[in-house]
């Protein structure tokens, strides 16, 4: 990438201090300062991830006004994530990066790339996995994706920012070996081979320093280990001291108050330059790489007119918004093949069920957008079977609401650390807290249930347990939501259960359930797919990008309690979390890390593992469509050390593929790991090593579901 450094440092010797200052803070929610003098434009921001946020006002929390910020909403990075799909993931960036720069952002605040360490964060649905290696293979063509636009993606946030409680103040702890095995990968993915020309610090500490001041992330890691040469921007009020900040590796300063001259990177900074405390070399090379950022997406220099212009609302990106959708959806459970429901052999449908009838785009925190539309399961049902079937809707139990005063904003507030966060608009509601309204829609639903052929219930959680700055305080189903599907499978065996989440939920009643469909916040269309899916016009292929506990209890980080805690949290469970605890230690889980249903039946076989010397080895095998549907399959293949010098997990995943295959037709798949690939962070040595020995390569439809396995030697 060209580093315009002539350029920089011409316009560098022409600006005076306090034109440097204005462009290395906030002068607007979402904006920095112009150098009018000189040409050098405001860089204007926007959220991210699931679509371009609306236009706040410059120095209010308040919508802007005019309605021309409806945007494409897209599936969340979860979804995105179990696609499986890396075509789709560049796919859904190229959507993000056109619909910015079409809006006219220079940066898109996405995406989001955190280890969804225990399924309680808030924060969940807007990160991709608990795997890092799915996190890397997914986040490279996302950014990528986005910044074909001329456009900068901002991979957020770093790092270790894994809970939403005290989440302004929260000490990280985090042993080395685990820093750079999990929590680091996607990052490091992202700024070196996706080249993200931009990262967001985050909010907690790590090791006792903000991490947007932090010497080790930013400075040591960041700058030193992985000569970073983009741009690290904070997180909006991430900033805690203008000293501490400007001698870090901080380059600008964002923020959620209106004042603007006051930022630590504005007259504090100033002044603390004038007095000598920081040396104007220091800013300069804040501003230098603010500049680079400028130059690389044409804001700056020769090829200003050539900068894309991007679009937004196209007919193209809704198409693909679906098709992303539909690759996403979670087939769990399919007992007696009651799905996909055949149209022509039931008149009378019923569907149950708050999260059918919801628009959930306007809700989460920050990844909040202003959705062109979003079709809901029940608008998406009833387009799909048109005017000769008989739909009737029940909400089957009472979701509490709060409607929110247009001067009311959450973001604010979203920095006062003293309170836990409270949203104007979010309400959660106690069990049995509603049992009267309750008992009304139960019945209802019942008797809809009775009178019906077909019965499809579809619940879940909703952005008041999705949200940012609060996590769950459990992992059950709100609003009472088990007792109505205990009562319904009592009833109606056959019902087909959809559950919308951003996060694994428990489901105490999945042995009397028959059929189980799992699908993450999917973006406009995401009514659509999921219609399609139940009625046969899709074959499910969206495949579990974290693990499904049966409670919460079985979690590592609720045996340690090491989540949740607002002062210090400890990851003492190191690089055993998610699959790789549950392995470790034996424990069943309702649904494994990988899993996923299709319509057909898939057969792997003509398995092949070579060694191609130096460590690496091609890993070849078919995979057939047994079945009478196409379907598409993603394919992963794990490898573990037979005789580790420290504990490792019995396998990790190394790389996986998506293949479509016709019906009766049989696919061939070549995989290649590297020596790296076999590597563990050997913490003396301060390096990944690979020790010579026996490893075991696995090839499986998931984690827990292998169809072969052999020994290598390295
Ligand atoms: C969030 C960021 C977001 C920023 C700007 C913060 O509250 O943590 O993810 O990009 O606000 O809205």
Known sequence: MTDFSKEIEELLSKLTLEEKITM????????????????????????????????????????????????????????????????LAYESGKVLGEEARGRAKDMILAPGVNIKRDPRCGRNFEY???????????????????????????????????????RMAVDTEVDERTLREIYLPGFKAAL?????????????????????????????????????????????????STEEAANSAMDIEMSVTPDFDDYFFAKPLIKAVEDGVIAEETVNEKVRNTLRLMYRLKMLGSEVN???????????????????????????????????????????????????????????????????????????????????HKVTYSKGYHVPSKAMNATESWQAESTNTDAELEYPYVIRSKPGQFAEINKGLFDEAINAAKEADVVIFVGGLDHNYDIEGKDRDDIKLPYDQDIIIEKLLDVREDMVIVLNAGSPVEMPWIDKAKSVVFTYYAGLEGGSALADVLFGDVNPSGKLSESFPYKLEDTVTYKNGQFGSKEKVVYEEGVFYGYRYYEKENINVMFPF??????????????????CGNGSFEVCFSVENMGDVDGMEAVQVYAGENNPTVERPVKELKAFTKVSVKKGEKASVSLMLNKADFAYYDVEKKDFITNSGDYTIYIGASSSDIKFKTTVTI
Not at 80 to 85: D, F, G, V
Not at 595 to 608: H, M, P, R, V
Request: with cysteine; glycine share 10%; hydrophobic share 35%.
């Open 24 to 87: 290395i803070h906030g002068a607007g929610f979402f904006r920095t300062g112009e150098v009018e003098r000189l040409n050098i434009p405001a860089f204007y921001f926007s959220d991210g991830p699931m679509g371009v946020r609306s236009e706040f006002k410059n120095d209010e929390w308040m919508p802007y006004g005019p309605d021309d910020d409806f945007v494409t909403y897209l599936p969340s990075n979860s979804a995105i994530a179990s696609t499986w799909n890396t075509e």
């Open 128 to 166: 991709l996995s608990e795997d890092p290696r799915v996190i890397e293979r997914m986040c490279v063509p996302i950014i990528k994706g986005i910044q074909e636009s001329d456009v900068s993606a901002c991979v957020k946030h770093y790092a270790v920012n894994n809970q939403e409680t005290g």
């Open 192 to 240: 070196l081979e996706a080249g993200s020309l931009s990262v967001m610090g985050a909010y907690n500490k790590f090791r006792g320093e903000q991490c947007c001041e932090s010497k080790v992330l930013l400075d040591k890691i960041l700058r030193e280990e992985w000569n970073y040469d983009g741009t690290i921007v904070s997180d909006w009020g991430g900033v805690h």
């Open 306 to 388: 050539a900068r894309k212009a991007g679009a937004y609302n196209t007919k193209e990106h809704r198409e693909k918004a679906y098709k992303t959708a539909s690759e996403s959806i979670i087939l769990l459970k399919n007992e007696n093949k009651i799905l996909p429901l055949n149209k022509n052999k039931f008149k009378k449908v019923a569907v149950i069920g708050a999260n059918a009838d919801v628009m959930h785009s306007f809700g989460g925190g920050s990844a909040e957008i202003k959705a062109l539309y979003e079709v809901s399961p029940l608008m998406g049902i009833k387009m799909a079977l048109g005017g000769n």
């Open 594 to 611: 990988g899993y996923g249903l299709s319509y057909t039946e898939f057969k792997y076989d003509d398995f092949n593992v070579k060694s």
